[in-house]
């Protein structure tokens, strides 16, 4: 297959699974996961790290790892969000204690959208029984937390080059998107999946989601204000986060295709070897 037949073939398994719908959905359930999940990690910053100082810092590092947002300034348009999770983080044995089943509950129900979809992408029925998906949508919810935490807390040396520890920290999320997507591509859909073509789904997904990251960070840097919060590069701002969480499930999506092609073609090559 050349490669434009390859790229052909994944849009039209794309357009035949829907996956436009698909990802509209998964979006919608992110939405719900994504603010208690964002709650807890920051309550999980407080118990961690004692000192104030510290607190406004690692709450700053957390933004910057897993939103796309610039370097804290007085121009910074989430600035206001920031201060308000510092003090989110000074009230973590309460926010704990209501947040974690709020985050579950949601959180497993995101998976299970997201089990159902990759299904879709991979051509296959759900053969697990509801209490088995649950314990997939678990596991997968204590995966993600932890890779998450770790690409927070993780630090890049510089070696004295700005440039260099700025490289090195989005090598560093493009490494933890892969990891974290090849874990589910690999859990999730209810067949197996081989390693090498999950793989190559999450790197594809991972690259996808840092571009789109990196492209909505320069917005904000430059477009988007905090002198008012009513106004139209604030609205875009919003419109555009939206826009991005959507390319996100569909990129990823999209990657379960590139998957489902490759493990195609793969298929068709050893079929005509036997033949030969």
């Known amino acids: 297959m050349t490669p434009w037949g390859f790229v052909r073939r994944v849009v039209v398994a ?15 359930n992110a939405f719900l996961a994504v603010v208690p999940f964002a709650l807890l990690l920051l309550a999980a910053l407080g118990y961690i790290v004692h000192a104030d100082g510290d607190i406004v810092e690692e ?15 007085s121009d910074d348009p989430f600035t206001t969000a ?3 999770f510092v003090r989110v983080v000074a009230s973590r ?3 704990s204690a209501f947040g974690l089943p709020l985050f579950l509950w949601f959180a497993t ?10 299904n879709e992408v991979f051509d296959t029925e759900e053969n697990r029984g509801w209490l088995v998906g649950k314990g997939f949508d678990l596991l997968l919810v204590l995966i993600t937390v932890v890779l998450v935490m770790a690409n927070t807390f993780v630090s890049v040396p510089a070696f004295g080059f700005p440039w260099l520890g700025r490289w090195l920290s989005n090598l560093s999320a493009f490494t933890f998107g892969v990891v974290l997507f090849f874990a589910i591509y690999t859990l999730a859909p209810s067949r197996p999946v081989r390693w090498d073509t999950a793989l190559l789904a999450a790197m594809f997904a991972s690259l996808a989601f840092e571009v789109a990251k990196q492209g ?19 609205a875009i701002a919003l419109m555009l986060l939206i826009i991005w969480m959507f390319f996100t499930a569909t990129v990823f999506l999209v990657g379960g295709e590139v998957a489902q092609t490759y493990d195609l073609v793969r ?10």
């Open 14 to 28: 794309a357009f035949e699974d829907n996956v436009a719908f698909l990802a509209s959905a998964l979006t919608f």
């Open 59 to 73: 709450v700053h590092g957390f933004y910057s790892r897993l939103l796309p947002l610039h370097d804290t300034g």
């Open 82 to 84: 920031e201060d308000f």
């Open 93 to 95: 044995a309460q926010l």
């Open 109 to 118: 129900q995101f998976f299970g959208a997201l089990r159902t979809s990759l």
């Open 216 to 234: 909505y960070r320069v917005y904000l840097s430059h477009f988007a204000t905090v002198d008012r919060i009513i106004s139209n590069t604030n």
């Open 267 to 276: 298929r068709q090559r050893s079929q005509r070897a036997i033949l030969a």
